[in-house]
DNA sequence: GGACTGACACTGG
DNA sequence: ACCAGTGCCAGTC
């Protein structure tokens, strides 16, 4: 286990409820801004699910992973959904609503 | 140590 | 605006 990594769950846990950030806001946090590549192995390895809500990560299309993990792209709707987090109708979360920005 | 892979992002046509 | 190609970083073989 990495500091790369203590650090990506560090920034995924910073995601306020209601809000999501993409794999490159992570890279951002982490200090390698060109990392988004890397956050996405990070959360696959997702050593820690429960307190990691991978949930909140999305792609800059606001869109998820094909293969994803915990039960299918239904379950992550939901989940933020249950956050208060707008989705489009086309399936994808409304990032120019809920796009987490670290501003402190 | 080198090469391939992977839940992405950006630029160019 | 959309599709294709390239760049990046860390991990694993």
């Not at 800059?60 to 987090?85: D, H, N, S, T």
């Amino acid at each position: 286990m990495s500091a790369f990594y203590d650090a990506v769950y560090r920034a995924v846990e910073r995601i306020p409820r209601g809000k999501v950030a993409t794999y490159g806001q992570i890279a951002l946090l982490c200090g390698r801004p060109r990392a988004s590549r890397a956050v996405g192995w990070a959360l696959h390895q997702n050593p820690l699910p429960g307190i990691i809500p991978c949930h909140r990560v999305v792609n800059r299309k606001g869109g998820m992973a094909p293969a994803f993990a915990f039960g299918g792209p239904q379950v992550q709707r939901g989940l933020l959904e249950a956050e208060g987090v707008p989705f489009l109708p086309e399936g994808q979360v409304d990032l120019s609503r809920a796009l987490w920005t670290p501003d402190f």
